[in-house]
């Protein structure tokens, strides 16, 4: 099968911060639309007006203490308006989507970063994305000192995540990675490389999809509501 005939896929980027995926999100994007591929491309939390209103919530800086099921809630309440409002609705008018963050995401930053209740998330997680899972995951992994150099020249410490220790950021980023070394339908890509580099690599994986036989796609959907 060709990648112009394959049906629509949802491919999500993950990795730590200052991995690089809003570029080669935008990269791939490109690519896409030389190809002519209709596509989307959208953000977690985010990608719809009230899901960025929630996401804006989320990430303020405040004085009160925010609860790790509280910002479980408010991304889970997102996601929810992101999938039934534009994901989905995208997906069946035929166009790829490109999202920046999702589930994975969640578990590293919420369960592992946070401590939030595993049973909580997977309860969450079952009730809201059911069998809605990326065709592929691309994670970008970049080394430590990469990750700490992009976000100080990035970030501006503005909203309340940017805050958190390089301990923290290093355990979110570890737990990306093992998921993407172990779950089916994840690649991974040295995001160490160049931009152009980079691209090349994630490319190769999008491509690879075309690969996939009509049973292969088939059990992706069963396979996939074990992630993560
Ligand atoms: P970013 O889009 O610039 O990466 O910012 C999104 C921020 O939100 C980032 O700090 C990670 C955080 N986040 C969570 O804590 N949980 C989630 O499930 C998602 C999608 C993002």
């Not at 609705?89 to 589930?103: S, T, Y």
């Not at 737990?175 to 580099?197: I, K, W």
Request: aromatic content about 8%; hydrophobic content about 35%.
């Amino acid at each position: 099968m060709s990648l112009t005939s394959l049906p629509p896929q949802f491919i999500v980027f993950e990795g730590g911060d200052g991995a690089g995926k809003s570029t080669q999100l935008k990269l791939l994007s490109e690519k896409l639309t030389e190809l002519g591929i209709d596509h989307i491309t959208t953000r977690e939390p985010g990608g719809t007006p009230m899901a960025e209103e929630i996401r804006d919530v989320m990430l303020k800086k405040r004085d009160e203490p925010v609860a790790g099921n509280t910002e479980l809630l408010l991304i889970f309440a997102a996601r929810q308006q992101h999938l039934d409002n534009r994901i989905l609705p995208a997906l069946a008018e035929g166009r790829w989507v490109l999202c920046d963050r999702f589930i994975e995401t969640t578990y590293a930053y919420q369960c592992v970063g946070r401590g939030v209740n595993e049973g909580f998330f997977f309860d969450m997680m079952v009730n809201v994305v059911g069998d809605h899972s990326p065709h592929l995951t691309v994670y970008l992994d970049v080394d430590d000192e990469v990750s700490v150099q992009r976000r100080a020249a990035r970030k501006d410490g503005s909203d309340r995540i940017d805050d958190e220790t390089q301990e923290f950021f290093t355990k979110i980023n570890d737990t990306l990675r093992g998921f993407a070394l172990n779950l089916p339908h994840h690649a991974t890509v040295d995001g160490n490389q160049t931009e152009e580099a980079v691209a090349n690599d994630v490319f190769a994986f999008v491509e690879d999809l075309a690969n996939k036989t009509d049973s292969d796609l088939d059990s992706m959907a069963d396979t996939q509501t074990a992630s993560p």
